[in-house]
Structure formats: structure tokens, C-alpha cells
């Protein structure tokens, strides 16, 4: 009977260590702000059984813990902790001690969202929202945000999504650059008569304020973008030096948007200036997302 009895304290002795070791007990210290979070063990993984409540970043911040937009939360664990991934929320929805968080994975999409756990479901936020973290540890990889969007290479200006280059798609009176085939890959120039409808679905020509935003965005961030030539075609079919600016369509007749070393932006910031349909100008698309609001 004795032996009964050693046996069962030895499992029951197992038994919990089993259980310490798979659901944590452990605590972290934040060493930005001397907060403190109890920790838990799910899986092979170490979460934080706590909101993150570090202000750096955050849009609020409450006893139960600081919201952050998608962008903040990226960057806003500690050294040695990162954001989860939408696979390992998703692994760890059963476990009450997650209630909520932002994942590192957005939507491949237009949508501008990312996904998130609320309570007992996966499922997405617009970027903007505010919401809570819970750090997983591991160090923190580089975000690889989206740049290519059904076989489009895209780039992101705040709320914007871009296509990177110009298009290439074939109209009847589009043009390469000096009327050679082999410069077709830098993109096309378009009658705007043309230019207005050729973006493919889920794309749309920029409107004048939406070039302006992208312009500015691009001064603000002493950001560049690869422009086509700095060419346009004029109504007699020649084409004419734009002095290293580079002329796009909007729906209301074209912009400039100037190479980034040579910008002046009290002269040239968001300007439109081309004001005849006769033109022919290079086109880059812009998404339509459902943040875009009509104007």
C-alpha cells in the first residue's frame, strides 16, 4: 500500500510540474517603465498574461492595459518580445488568458486592415483602430508589408496604396516612351480620354487631392519614387522635357511630382499643372480601399 502511495504522490509530483510548465507562472519586468506582467506557457511559446501598458506609442491607456494602432503595435514590445503572429493567435484562441491583441499579420488586400483576436475569435481591425498587445517572446522580426497586390508591386503612402510603377497596359492611342517597344516596361502614356478608365478593377485613377496627400506624404518622409523619364507627349505627338518631373494623370488633367534632390516643395508642393485632355501622360493607379472617401 505504501508503494500505492509513493507511486501516486511521484505522478501527481509530474503531474503538476507538467501543468506549471504548460501554463506559465512566471512573471517579466518591462525595464522602459518598470511595469510588471505575470507571464503564461502555451505550448513551446511565453505570453504576456497582461495588456501591455508602455504609453510610447499608444493612442490610450487604461487600468486594463494601452491601445495602440496596427503601425504602434508593431514596434511596441520590449526587447526580447513581439507582436504574434495571426497563426499564433490563432493557436492560442482556446486559452482564456488572451482575451484580445493585434497580430503582426495583415490582410493581403485593399482593406488596410490587420488581423486580431477578440475574446474567442480571429478576426480583423481597420489599422487605425485602437486595440491591445500581448507580447509573445521571441526577438522581433522585420515587418515585411505587403508589396505586391494581385501581381501588382505596390507601395504604401500613409493610408494609400500605390502601385509602384507606371502602367503598361496596352490602349489603341497609348504610347512608349520615343515610340520604342523596348521602353514599354517603363510604363505607357495615355490620352487622358484613355487614362481615366484603363486603371484594372479595384484600382482607380488618383483625384487631385489624393496626388496632393501623396506628394506630401513623400515630403514629409524625404521619401523618393521611381518616375518614368520625366516625358510627357504633347498634342503634336512629340515628346517634351519635363525637367526630371514626373507627370501623371489625376481625374481632373495631370501633376508634377518632382524628383526628391531637386524638390522645391514652397513652388511645386501637390501642383497641377497640365490643363489640356490633348496631352498624353504617364498613369499610376491608385486603390480602392474602403477608407477612400468619395469627394
Known amino acids: 500500500m505504501k508503494h500505492l502511495n509513493r507511486i501516486a504522490a511521484a505522478v501527481a509530483f509530474i503531474a503538476t510540474t507538467f501543468l506549471f510548465s504548460a501554463c506559465g507562472g512566471g512573471s517579466f519586468t518591462d525595464p522602459r517603465d518598470g511595469q510588471k506582467y505575470k507571464t503564461v506557457k502555451i505550448g513551446d511559446q511565453v505570453w504576456m498574461a497582461e495588456n501591455l501598458k508602455y504609453k510610447g506609442g499608444a493612442k490610450l491607456v487604461s487600468e486594463t492595459g494601452a491601445y495602440y494602432t496596427w503601425d504602434s503595435a508593431l ?3 520590449p526587447d526580447g518580445w513581439r507582436l504574434p503572429s495571426k497563426e499564433e493567435l490563432e493557436s492560442a484562441i482556446a486559452d482564456t488568458n488572451i482575451k484580445s491583441s493585434w497580430s503582426s499579420t495583415e490582410k493581403t488586400d485593399f482593406s488596410l486592415r490587420a488581423y486580431e ?5 480571429l478576426t480583423t481591425a481597420a489599422k487605425t483602430d485602437g486595440r491591445h498587445v500581448l507580447c509573445i517572446q ?16 505596390v507601395v504604401r503612402i500613409g493610408n494609400q ?25 517603363s510604363g505607357r502614356f495615355y490620352p487622358f480620354s484613355e487614362a481615366i478608365n484603363v486603371c484594372p478593377e479595384g484600382w482607380h485613377l488618383p483625384s487631385k487631392s489624393e496626388a496632393a496627400k501623396f506628394i506630401n506624404k513623400l515630403i514629409k518622409e524625404n521619401g523618393r519614387i521611381k518616375t518614368t523619364h520625366g516625358y ?51 498613369v499610376r493607379c491608385i486603390a480602392d480601399t474602403e477608407d477612400k472617401k468619395e469627394e
Open 117 to 121: 483576436k477578440d475574446e474567442d475569435e
Open 161 to 185: 496604396i500605390w502601385m509602384a510603377d507606371n502602367l503598361t497596359i496596352i490602349t489603341p492611342n497609348s504610347i512608349c516612351y520615343l515610340d520604342d517597344e523596348s521602353e514599354c516596361s
Open 232 to 282: 510627357y507627349v504633347s498634342k503634336d505627338e512629340k515628346f517634351e522635357d519635363s525637367w526630371g518631373d514626373a507627370v501623371l494623370w489625376t481625374s481632373t488633367y495631370g501633376f508634377v511630382m518632382r524628383d526628391r534632390e531637386h524638390f522645391n516643395p514652397e513652388i511645386w508642393e501637390g501642383r497641377v499643372f497640365i490643363k489640356s485632355e490633348n496631352w498624353k501622360l504617364a
Open 138 to 153: 521571441g526577438d522581433r522580426e522585420k515587418q515585411h508589408r505587403i508589396q505586391e497586390v494581385n501581381g501588382y508591386k
Open 75 to 77: 514596434v511596441a514590445c
